[in-house]
């Protein structure tokens, strides 16, 4: 295949002019091209001509002696990193592998898991994706929240409710990001993903996809135990030999996957119990913000904004008081939504469908906060999970100005430090109730006189963008991990058999980043153990 890049098209024409761009590219007649595929589309709103720009993959006669002849730097042969993996291990496996966790690291590890004939029983304290969107409804309805199945637990992951994001910074090499991200298209996700440069698939696809992809685990002989919590963890001489499910169920084991979220917070305080190595780290807490898409759409596009889909942003700043604040997880056309896990503390996220066809863009702006910024607001020095307490004592605050329901408040009424008492031209487009309240005392002044410098500055970038009117809602403090499980070269723990991975882990920050991890560990496993005989364990 000859690899095409910098083709470019107007809004109006149709993509079937690819075909006569690569004949002309190549010099060659449209009919001698046998196949076409795109491979990356992207929108170039720099000058007021907005286009699109693709990269196409060609399949012709003489691909090489065509390329040479050209002399054409955006004609080349065309590499593709195909993934591939063979399993080497040698060492007996007795007992099925277990994964805890059925976001994305549990998801692509346990196939790839069952895949190769290892049968994994996967465990999921939340429910099947169906219910739990019911569970999920319930408590944006009427408050009820199930602590067990909500926003953050349940299949599929925190990323279940978002906007799908599938675009990564990590390099592929290997070909695992493609890998990711032709399993989801095979299972439903729109085939639009595997080019586009910026993929999502949105919260309503999205769904569909993970169920599709748990039925494909289960028919391969791995088994998915819903609304099953691990409570337990068995070890002799430093190795793990089973799990407790449940303060009642004992399953035994020899090599168990930790893909939990970054919100398993009792998991993390039971595995530091037994000693597992947890190093505090970095993550950062903020407020969702909520503009007009038009606007943005307007800023980022120009006159023909209506003409594309809707825009999105990336921004980041450096703050006079020396803190880094930047866009987070960035849903065009979506909703904030209440993405609490525990009674009495409030966290927000942000969440769009596939379409991306709400009034209102919402991100995350948030700051980052060290281990000594959180030990010293605690007073837990050195404990590895201060920063777990660091989130609740502003989740807490939310949830005490909220007076249960989100607060929310307009910007310059934040910046001001006082309460709004009324909205303006937006009105906030959010899932669960809200309340007016004053966000500034839900943060650290530290990150509020961030945040107020960064959208100050985001305002030469978006004209529009601190407009007094714009609706902030709190707090923002699930966006990663802040712990890491420690791992050694082999992706196991300093407990023998256990293998942390994704998001919770400290490894991952997206729905790509943990999957791929998932895969990683996959892979560590296979190259240590061989295709299992199991016996009276299959029942």
């Not at 149709?14 to 761009?21: F, H, I, R, T, V």
């Not at 959180?374 to 949830?399: C, D, H, S």
């Amino acid at each position: 295949m000859l690899q095409i890049s910098q083709l470019k098209l107007k809004l109006e024409q149709s993509e079937k002019e690819l075909y006569k761009l690569a004949a002309k590219t190549l010099k060659i007649k449209e009919e001698e091209i046998k196949k076409l595929i795109i491979t990356k589309k992207s929108v170039d709103a720099r000058k007021e001509e907005v286009c699109y720009v693709y990269q196409i993959e060609v399949m012709v006669d003489d691909e090489e002696k065509k390329a040479a002849r050209l002399k054409n730097v955006n004609v080349t042969i065309a590499k593709r990193n195909a993934y591939q993996f063979k399993p080497t291990g040698d060492e007996n496996l007795e007992k099925r592998p277990i994964i805890a966790g059925f976001g994305p690291a549990g998801l692509f590890c346990g196939l790839l898991l069952a895949r190769h004939g290892y049968r994994p029983i996967i465990i999921e304290r939340g429910e099947a994706v169906e219910k739990r969107v019911v569970s999920v409804e319930e408590f944006w309805k009427n408050g009820k929240l199930n602590t067990r199945s909500n926003v953050q637990f349940g299949e599929g992951g925190a990323g279940t409710f978002s906007d799908g994001k599938l675009n990564t910074m990590i390099k592929d090499q290997f070909g695992r990001n493609h890998f990711v991200l032709q399993v989801l298209a095979e299972h439903g996700a729109p085939e639009e993903i595997l080019y586009l440069n910026k993929p999502h698939i949105g919260t309503d696809k999205l769904r569909e996809v993970v169920k599709a992809i748990r039925q494909e685990i289960i028919s391969l002989g791995g088994e998915v135990r819903f609304q099953t919590c691990l409570t337990d963890i068995l070890m002799k001489e430093g190795r793990v030999t089973g799990i407790e499910l449940e303060h009642k169920e004992v399953l035994e084991c020899s090599v168990l996957v930790l893909a939990l979220g970054h919100s398993a917070r009792d998991t993390f305080k039971l595995l530091h119990e037994k000693g597992m190595n947890l190093t505090p780290k970095s993550f950062a807490i903020g407020l969702r913000m909520e503009h007009p898409q038009e606007l943005i759409s307007r800023n980022q596009y120009g006159s023909r904004y209506d003409k594309l889909p809707p825009a999105d942003y990336k921004l980041t700043h450096n703050a006079v008081n020396g803190r880094g604040i930047y866009s987070f997880c960035m849903c065009p056309g979506g909703f904030v939504v209440n993405a609490s896990s525990e009674e009495g503390h409030t966290a927000v996220n942000g969440m769009s469908n596939h379409g991306r066809n709400e009034k209102n863009a919402n991100s995350a702006l948030i700051v980052t906060v060290t281990p000594e910024d959180y030990f010293k607001e605690t007073g837990m020095n050195n404990y590895p999970l201060a920063g777990v307490e660091f989130q609740r004592i502003w989740e807490a605050k939310a949830y005490e100005r909220g007076k249960g329901a989100v607060p929310v408040q307009l910007y310059g009424d934040f910046k001001n430090n006082r309460v709004s008492n009324g909205f303006g031209a937006i009105t906030p487009n959010l899932k669960g109730s809200y309340s007016l309240s004053n966000l500034r005392e839900c943060l650290p002044d530290y990150v509020s006189a961030a945040l107020i410098d960064g959208i100050e500055n985001f305002e030469r970038k978006i004209k529009g963008f601190s407009r007094e009117e714009m609706i902030l809602s709190g707090v923002e403090t699930r966006t990663s991990s802040p712990i890491r499980m420690e791992r050694d070269d082999g992706y196991e723990a300093n407990i023998a058999g256990i293998y942390p991975c994704g998001e919770g882990a400290g490894y991952a920050g997206g729905i790509t980043s943990a999957a791929v991890d998932g895969i990683k560990v996959f892979e560590a496993i296979a190259s240590k153990y061989k295709y299992p005989i199991f016996t009276e364990n299959l029942k």
